[in-house]
């Protein structure tokens, strides 16, 4: 078992960790920010590791932050720039509305939105092509959930079907 050096935390006060934590928002940032309060209040590092789920490598590196940044940044990443969307938050806005109607109120001969049939809505409307994982990425975003239908006959007769359910007894398993 690796010891961490506590000194590293020397300079925080557990009061200013807890005062921190109650202003740190999202859930890594705060993972941080518990790890540095379980070991200002003397956790090792492998109970650390196992509690958060991650190795003690990545414990070290979160309580490092603590010693190399100031405190209201320490459990923060730096901002990524990332690629720039392809969509304007205008754009994305006007493309939540359009999933909360009807495709058929586009002309579409359907009556819920598919992967496939928002991504050419997309690109009718807007001009871009996304991947069908983004897609369904936005889709989700907009509120949208996944539903599969189940395969069924169109000559099937429905009062056969509950009669063979009622009559046919499963195999139990053993």
């Given at each position: ?5 506590v000194?590293r935390?020397?300079?925080?006060t557990?009061e ?8 740190t ?5 705060r ?18 590791a196992?509690?958060?789920d991650?190795?003690?490598?990545t414990?070290r ?7 190399k940044?100031p405190l ?11 690629r720039?969307?392809?969509l ?8 939540f509305?359009?999933?909360?109607k009807s ?9 819920a ?6 991504s ?8 871009v ?7 369904r ?6 509120g ?23 009559t046919v ?6």
């Amino acid at each position: 078992m690796l010891l961490f050096d506590v000194g590293r935390l020397d300079d925080i006060t557990l009061e200013e960790l807890q005062e921190l934590r109650e202003r740190t928002e999202g859930e890594i940032p705060r993972e941080r920010v518990l790890a540095a309060i379980a070991r200002k209040q003397g956790d090792h590092l492998d109970k650390l590791a196992e509690r958060h789920d991650v190795v003690e490598k990545t414990i070290r590196n979160w309580l490092d932050r603590f010693e190399k940044l100031p405190l209201e940044e320490a459990p923060y990443d730096e901002a990524r720039s990332g690629r720039p969307a392809k969509l304007t938050e205008h754009q994305r806005d006007e493309l939540f509305d359009d999933f909360k109607k009807s495709p058929e109120e586009f002309d579409y001969n359907r009556q819920a939105w598919t992967s496939t049939l928002a991504s050419h809505h997309i690109e009718e409307k807007f001009g871009v092509e996304y991947t069908d994982r983004h897609v369904r990425y936005l889709m989700e975003e907009a509120g949208l959930s996944w539903r599969t239908a189940r395969p069924r006959h169109t000559d099937a007769d429905p009062e056969a079907e509950e009669e063979f359910k009622d009559t046919v007894q499963k195999n139990e398993r053993k």
